[in-house]
């Protein structure tokens, strides 16, 4: 009886020590992309645009977006990267063909919105869409911005070109594909029926 409580008192500091609590590594400073001010490039060096692409975006909440114009054009390859994007990070939440229904097993538990109705497809603006999708909502993660959520949590995963590809699909392709069509809508095949003829 001695020699186990001899032992539990030389092994308990190197349990404590290496318990879940112990999270240094997680803990230590850093700074995310877009947080705090961006410090000058040195002289002479070769710019690259944040994040992997894009621009810093220029808005400081989604309200501020409702305006914005779309800068992408409306084109297969725009709707290709968007579809991709759409099934990569809303998929999951508004399901694969924005239905959000039984598809997403989280839709009902989270209140997530089917995209493909009126209400987003017809009386939201792109830049709002955007702004969303930037900022984040109520229960939605803000995907363009580490600090956008009311919590002040989010994630800089889609750059402010790759959030206008997912409002390009959102906008002209969705419908089309949660209905089993394969037809874009008229501003999409008036895009590639242009850029056809300029090759």
């Not at 114009?69 to 399901?95: R, T």
């Not at 594909?177 to 008036?190: K, L, P």
């Amino acid at each position: 009886m001695k020699r186990l409580a001899i032992l539990l008192l030389l092994t308990a500091p190197m349990v404590v020590f290496a318990w879940p609590w112990s999270q240094d590594m997680m803990n230590q400073p850093s700074i995310k992309p877009q947080e705090g001010t961006q410090t000058p490039f040195p002289k002479r060096s070769v710019p690259y645009s944040i994040p992997y692409g894009g621009e810093l975006t220029q808005v400081a909440n989604r309200e501020e977006a409702k305006e914005l114009e779309n800068p992408i054009p409306v084109n297969d390859k725009s709707l290709k990267k968007g579809k991709q994007l759409f099934k990569i990070y809303c998929g999951a939440c508004h399901g694969l063909l924005g239905k959000a229904d039984k598809s997403s097993p989280i839709a009902e538990k989270i209140g997530a919105i089917p995209l493909i109705g009126d209400y987003v497809q017809k009386d939201l603006t792109e830049g709002w869409i955007w702004g969303t999708i930037t900022y984040g909502s109520y229960v939605m993660p803000a995907y363009g911005d580490p600090t956008g959520n009311a919590d002040g949590k989010g994630s800089n995963d889609l750059s402010v070109d790759e959030r206008w590809h997912v409002v390009n699909y959102l906008r002209n392709q969705l419908v089309a594909d949660a209905n089993g069509g394969a037809a874009v809508t008229a501003t999409a095949q008036a895009s590639t029926d242009a850029a056809s003829a300029v090759n």
